[in-house]
């Protein structure tokens, strides 16, 4: 087992605590049902979040400077808006908090989760690995073993029955409270354990394959299906040497062929496909209500369209600009979130929200494109924050997600892990050579 110094006493705690977080959320979902249930899932976290926190504070961490004056920022605006708004008052100073610090936690935890596993990368790079292993297989399994009780009647749906739509199966989602949410962690974790697979265990690579893709099938998501297939096809390709592309041309012309014929099928079946799958009714309505809009977005930008007229309404232009807080918004509307991550977080936390959104894409697309030419995990994990980034722009859940912060900060921050370059396979394409000048 690695070893920490007892000086870093807390990083010695979450290295023990962090890969058990999915399945303490499985597990606190699971006693909802029960009456007086605890959140125990919510105190885990902040257990986590506190340990963390202390951890980068006795390593005199930069970047919490920045974190503490996005949060102060952040808060300006909600605070204005307890302040003069009678309706919010009658909740006092804990409700404000309550209401506000918990979206704005979640937004700010990926960043402050990525300055810890960076820090703790290059102090005990041994213990990283361990622990990225350990905690992305744990939560996969944690992720099908729900899906197979969902399979077997227990736990909950993933959506709720729509009026004029029938649709007879509503996916699943075992004991997770969030779909979308789970769905974008299926993304991150399987893209590690597919990643570390290929290409030395193709086997491996092939089951992991499968169950990714049938987890998103039962999950019922566009952006988590079409996601999961993306990564198993890509890997591969992301993960080549100098040189393949040229010695392998051939077969990946076929390759593309075959895969451009598949495609074509899939477009010719695709009515009988979604009705298998359940969606047909469901994309047909959507279509019906709002065009090809409404089945990429699923009604969002008519969710953006009233909660950006209400608040331009009631509120000035400055107070709009360092945003009006949950509790603005949820003063005025029942629906108040639009899931989509950067309009929700504009709509918050104003000027604060897009910077927290802007620097924690910024953050991870830097650091993977500068570890590029360096490290073999960098070209995967740029493919997967641009899959996030998309997924946050069209079905939210990605900032505002209290389930993926750990998770897709420890990948982010393992491109600066050396001993992960060497565990790869290093392979050189055969050179053609001619003939051998002696016989001449």
Same mark, same amino acid.
């Given at each position: 087992?690695?070893?920490?110094?007892?000086?870093?006493?807390?990083?010695?705690?979450?290295?023990?605590?962090?890969?058990?977080?999915?399945?303490?959320?499985?597990?606190?979902?699971?006693?909802?049902?029960?009456?007086?249930?605890?959140?125990?899932?919510?105190?885990?976290?902040?257990?986590?979040?506190?340990?963390?926190?202390?951890?980068?504070?006795?390593?005199?961490?930069?970047?919490?400077?920045?974190?503490?004056?996005?949060?102060?920022?952040?808060?300006?605006?909600?605070?204005?808006?307890?302040?003069?708004?009678?309706?919010?008052?009658?909740?006092?100073?804990?409700?404000?908090?309550?209401?506000?610090?918990?979206?704005?936690?979640?937004?700010?935890?990926?960043?402050?989760?990525?300055?810890?596993?960076?820090?703790?990368?290059?102090?005990?790079?041994?213990?990283?690995?361990?622990m990225i292993d350990r905690l992305m297989l744990l939560s996969f399994g944690v992720i099908v073993v729900n899906l197979l009780l969902g399979l077997a009647g227990f736990g909950y749906t993933a959506y709720q029955p729509m009026d004029n739509v029938v649709q007879p199966f509503l996916g699943l989602k075992g004991f997770f409270?969030?779909?979308?949410?789970?769905?974008?962690?299926?993304?991150?974790?399987?893209?590690?354990?597919?990643?570390?697979?290929?290409?030395?265990?193709?086997?491996?690579?092939?089951?992991?394959? &499968?169950?990714? %893709?049938?987890? !998103?099938?039962? *999950? $019922?998501?566009?952006? =988590? @299906?079409?996601?999961? #297939?993306?990564?198993? +096809?890509?890997?591969?390709?992301?993960?080549?040497?100098?040189?393949?592309?040229?010695?392998?041309?051939?077969?990946?012309?076929?390759?593309?062929?075959?895969?451009?014929?598949?495609? &074509?099928?899939? %477009?010719?079946? !695709?009515?009988? *496909? $979604?009705?298998?799958? =359940? @969606?047909?009714?469901? #994309?047909?309505?959507? +279509?019906?209500?709002?065009?090809?809009?409404?089945?990429?977005?699923?009604?969002?930008?008519?969710?953006?369209?009233?909660?950006?007229?209400?608040?331009?309404?009631?509120?000035?232009? &400055?107070?709009?600009?360092?945003?009006?807080?949950?509790?603005?918004?949820?003063?005025? @509307?029942?629906?108040?979130?639009?899931?989509?991550?950067?309009?929700?977080?504009?709509?918050?936390?104003?000027?604060?929200?897009?910077?927290?959104?802007?620097?924690?894409?910024?953050?991870?697309?830097?650091?993977?494109?500068?570890? &590029?030419?360096?490290?073999?995990?960098?070209?995967?994990?740029?493919?997967?924050?641009? @899959?996030?980034?998309?997924?946050?722009?069209?079905?939210?859940?990605?900032?505002?997600?209290?389930?993926?912060?750990?998770?897709?900060?420890?990948?982010?921050?393992?491109?600066?892990?050396?001993?992960?370059?060497?565990?790869?396979?290093?392979?050189?394409?055969?050179?053609?050579?001619?003939?051998?000048?002696?016989?001449?």
């Open positions: 087992m690695p070893r920490i110094d007892s000086a870093s006493w807390p990083a010695w705690l979450l290295f023990y605590l962090m890969p058990w977080f999915l399945l303490v959320d499985s597990i606190s979902g699971g006693l909802q049902q029960l009456p007086g249930a605890l959140l125990w899932s919510l105190m885990y976290k902040a257990l986590l979040l506190s340990v963390l926190l202390w951890q980068l504070i006795l390593w005199r961490s930069k970047a919490l400077v920045l974190l503490l004056g996005l949060l102060l920022l952040a808060l300006s605006g909600p605070l204005y808006s307890y302040l003069t708004l009678a309706a919010l008052q009658n909740v006092g100073a804990a409700g404000f908090l309550a209401t506000e610090l918990p979206l704005l936690i979640k937004a700010l935890a990926p960043l402050l989760a990525f300055s810890f596993f960076c820090h703790f990368c290059l102090r005990y790079p041994a213990a990283f690995v361990v409270y969030s779909t979308n949410e789970l769905a974008a962690v299926l993304l991150v974790v399987s893209g590690w354990l597919l990643w570390r697979s290929w290409p030395l265990h193709k086997a491996r690579y092939g089951l992991i394959s &499968l169950l990714t %893709i049938a987890s !998103a099938l039962l *999950l $019922l998501t566009k952006t =988590g @299906l079409l996601g999961s #297939l993306m990564l198993v +096809f890509a890997i591969p390709l992301l993960s080549a040497k100098a040189g393949f592309y040229r010695q392998y041309r051939r077969q990946i012309a076929v390759a593309l062929l075959l895969a451009l014929s598949g495609l &074509l099928v899939l %477009i010719w079946q !695709a009515e009988a *496909l $979604l009705r298998a799958a =359940g @969606l047909y009714d469901k #994309l047909a309505y959507a +279509f019906q209500q709002r065009g090809v809009l409404g089945i990429v977005l699923s009604s969002r930008d008519l969710y953006l369209s009233v909660v950006w007229q209400q608040t331009e309404q009631h509120y000035a232009l &400055l107070h709009r600009l360092f945003g009006v807080g949950v509790a603005g918004v949820s003063v005025l @509307l029942k629906k108040y979130f639009i899931e989509i991550d950067l309009f929700d977080l504009m709509v918050f936390y104003g000027v604060a929200g897009a910077a927290i959104f802007g620097l924690t894409f910024g953050q991870f697309f830097y650091s993977s494109f500068r570890q &590029l030419s360096k490290h073999p995990l960098a070209a995967t994990l740029l493919f997967i924050n641009v @899959l996030l980034l998309g997924v946050a722009m069209l079905a939210g859940h990605i900032l505002t997600s209290g389930m993926l912060w750990l998770p897709w900060a420890l990948l982010n921050a393992a491109v600066f892990n050396t001993l992960l370059i060497t565990a790869m396979p290093v392979t050189t394409p055969a050179i053609p050579r001619g003939t051998d000048e002696r016989s001449a």
